[in-house]
Each structure stands twice: as C-alpha cells, then as structure tokens.
C-alpha cells in the first residue's frame, strides 16, 4: 500500500509560483507512473499533469502547458508540481496519484490510479 502525502498549496496571487510536493511512502515510488488532478468546487477531477515511470515521458492539459511542470525525485521518493504564472481558474484541491499498471493512452484518466493523497488546496486570487 502506497501512501502519498501532498504538500505547498497556499492563497498566492495572480501571477505568482507554488511548488506542491508529493512524497510517497514507497521505496520503489520510481516504478511508478505519478500524476497531479485538482478539483475545482462543483467540478469534477480533472487531470492535470503526469510523469510516465518507464520513459520519463511528460504530460499536460492544454490550459497549464508552458506554466506548470513535473518532476521526481527517486532517491526522496517524491514528485513535484511546479506551477507559475498561476491564475484564478487554478484554484482547486490538488491530488497526487500513483500507480504501476498506467499505459500512455489512459494516464488521464482518474479512476486508472489506485494510490492518492489527500489533496492540498491552491487558491488564486484576481
């Protein structure tokens, strides 16, 4: 059983940085495939950016492309978001989630993660 805790969400202001962390309990966390969704009051979990454990590969919504980006950290077992150049529409709980068995053409899709924390809250005020 994986556990992933997220960390560094805040209320920053339009235009500014955060970097979430998402630190995993497993040793092997490097054999996993991570991701990041948020949710949005009223709206449903929409993903946002994930890192595929076997090729290193990168992927984006459309709306955080050229702002917002993912890395691990093996060796702390941890994954981040960093995101700039935030706006309002950010604001959401942010989720991190993890899982062995993602292949490229559903690493999208929520309900294909077995692991996730908790979800830290970004706030982006106008």
């Known amino acids: 059983q994986v556990q992933l805790v997220e960390s560094g969400g805040g209320l920053v202001q339009t235009g500014d940085s955060l970097r979430l962390s998402c630190a995993a309990s497993?040793?092997?966390?490097?054999?996993?495939?991570v991701a990041w969704f948020r949710q949005a009051p009223g709206k449903e979990r929409e993903f946002v950016s994930a890192?595929?454990?076997?090729?290193?590969?990168?992927y984006y919504t459309d709306s955080v492309k050229g702002r917002f980006t993912i890395s691990r950290d093996n060796a702390k077992s941890t994954v981040y978001l960093q995101m700039n150049s935030l706006k309002p529409e950010d604001t959401a709980v942010y989720y991190c989630?993890?899982?062995?068995?993602?292949?490229?053409?559903?690493?999208?899709?929520?309900?294909?993660?077995?692991?996730w924390g908790q979800g830290t809250q970004v706030t982006v005020s106008s």
């Open positions: 989630a993890a899982d062995r068995g993602i292949i490229s053409t559903t690493l999208r899709i929520a309900s294909q993660y077995d692991y």
């Open positions: 497993e040793r092997t966390f490097n054999t996993y495939t």
């Open positions: 890192l595929k454990y076997s090729n290193g590969a990168s």
